[in-house]
């Protein structure tokens, strides 16, 4: 449920973003930087305010892959999946990954440790297969040094 203060912090960034032509990306940017994802209550009023059905602002919070709508766990491992990386085992580290984690890809730990994620080109093409843990790129990535990176 909604809680006043929450309310109250939507609202001060709905009215930062009054004006602004095209407000929804960087509104829903900064309603994920405040609560870490974009919380379902959220939505009609983000609605209401733009003038927007709920089915549109819905429709580009699950477009775009960096919106969640759900909190990401404390570290985002993304995995390239794009066809240069699949060619030098983007697919074996997927799996293997998966499988120490205990997770399926888009999935976070019930700890909350660590969220797994696909994400097409990192472009680090020439030296896959990619990853990008915690917002940091590594090149010919492996289980190991993933799981060393993120303390698992």
Known sequence: MLDDPAAAR????LAAHEGLEGPL????HAVQAEWGHIPDWTVPAIARALNL??????????????????PAGRH??????????????G?????????????????????GSVTLEPVYCLGLCAAGP????DGQPLA?????????TVRC
């Open 10 to 13: 939507l609202a001060e960034i």
């Open 91 to 111: 697919r074996a580290l997927a799996a293997a990954l998966c499988d120490r984690l205990g997770l399926g890809m888009g999935e976070t730990a019930a700890d």
């Open 130 to 133: 990619a990853a990008l843990v």
């Open 25 to 28: 990306l960087p509104i829903l």
């Open 53 to 70: 059905g709920r089915a549109e602002v819905h429709g580009v919070v699950s477009f775009y892959h960096d919106f969640r709508d759900a």
């Open 76 to 89: 985002v491992v993304r995995l390239c999946a794009a066809e240069a990386c699949q060619a030098q085992g």
């Open 140 to 148: 010919r990535a492996t289980p190991d040094a993933i799981l060393e």
